[in-house]
């Protein structure tokens, strides 16, 4: 089992940038896929991007794609969500979330483990 736990949330101006981190609990942290999920108000939760065990293989939702970058460093226990360029749509609640059987995982119910969530707001 692992635990999450979400960071680096906050207000910014659209335009600017953000780091999430996630810190994960537990010695199998380099084994479980990880991603980076979002929920706006009124909107269902979506998958923005997503790591591979060792961090070879990453997957983004074409909304962020040159935007995101999603990377990890399992010495740390830890994924990162760097968010660049920020806009306005981009506002939501941000979870962390592990996949222990997969190498890289894209269907929200491959995860099995969640944070409780980090809030990004993008003022316009």
């Known amino acids: 089992q692992v635990q999450l736990v979400e960071s680096g949330g906050g207000l910014v101006q659209a335009g600017g940038s953000l780091r999430l981190s996630c810190a994960a609990s537990g010695r199998s942290f380099s084994s479980y896929a990880m991603g980076w999920f979002r929920q706006a108000p009124g909107k269902e939760r979506e998958l923005v991007a997503a790591?591979?065990?060792?961090?070879?293989?990453?997957w983004y939702v074409d909304s962020v794609k040159g935007r995101f970058t999603i990377s990890r460093d399992n010495a740390k226990n830890t994924v990162y969500l760097q968010m660049n360029s920020l806009k306005p749509e981009d506002t939501a609640d941000y979870y962390c979330?592990?996949?222990?059987?997969?190498?890289?995982?894209?269907?929200?119910?491959?995860?099995?483990?969640w944070g409780q969530g980090t809030q990004v707001t993008v003022s316009s």
């Open positions: 790591i591979s065990w060792t961090g070879g293989r990453t």
């Open positions: 979330a592990a996949d222990p059987r997969h190498l890289i995982a894209t269907m929200q119910d491959q995860y099995d483990y």
